[in-house]
């Protein structure tokens, strides 16, 4: 007898109850819809995320949760998980209040009572996009003091030039040996 059937002891109601556990572990949204885009199994992150009751979301179309400007992009990546078994997008979920929350989701297509389905998970990545917005300041910050830097020297060494230039038309010998025309100092 296999593990699995150790496991489940091939009642399918414990395995339905399993998997209903299983998908209400997941840390983050989940849905299955059919190739019409019903809605056909959710866990509980989509109804807490979006806000919308298990009856309203039973009506819903996936495109019914993402934001506006992303639903030509998402609408391609179903189309692509429909036509070649798997994609994966960047996109803002609309909740009812109507808030929008940056998601990662990844869909695949499984077969079901012969038909194709859309199996989605998603992950909430506010936090990363947070950071990455965070690192990206920062590294405008660096730029700018490297060219604040690099400028300084540069005009350090444009004083040092003129500085010696001075020196020499009085006859002192010139005080920056780095800067051009300085020669050894004290000479």
Not at 91 to 97: I, V
Not at 107 to 116: E, Q, V
Not at 162 to 176: F, I, K, Q, T, W
Request: glycine residues 12%.
């Amino acid at each position: 007898m296999s593990t699995h059937s150790l496991e489940t002891g091939g009642d399918a109601q414990r395995e339905a109850a399993s998997s209903r556990t299983i998908l209400q572990s997941l840390p983050g949204i989940f849905c299955l819809c059919d190739a019409q885009g019903r809605m056909v199994r959710w866990n509980g992150h989509l109804e807490t995320v979006s806000g919308y009751t298990g009856r309203e979301i039973e009506a819903m179309h996936p495109l019914d949760f993402i934001v506006a400007e992303d639903r030509a992009l998402v609408e391609r990546r179903i189309g692509e998980i429909f036509a070649r078994g798997a994609a994966q997008v960047e996109a803002g979920l609309l909740s009812k209040n109507r808030s929008v929350t940056p998601y990662l989701m990844s869909g695949r297509l499984i077969a079901i009572d012969g038909g194709g389905h859309m199996l989605a998970v998603g992950i909430d990545i506010s936090e990363r996009e947070r950071t990455e917005e965070q690192i990206r300041r920062q590294l405008s910050e660096l730029h700018r003091w490297r060219e604040v830097t690099l400028g300084r020297e540069e005009r350090v060494s444009v004083l040092k030039t003129e500085v010696n230039a001075l020196l020499a038309a009085a006859g002192h010998p010139p005080r920056y040996a780095d800067a051009p025309g300085g020669g050894v100092a004290g000479e």
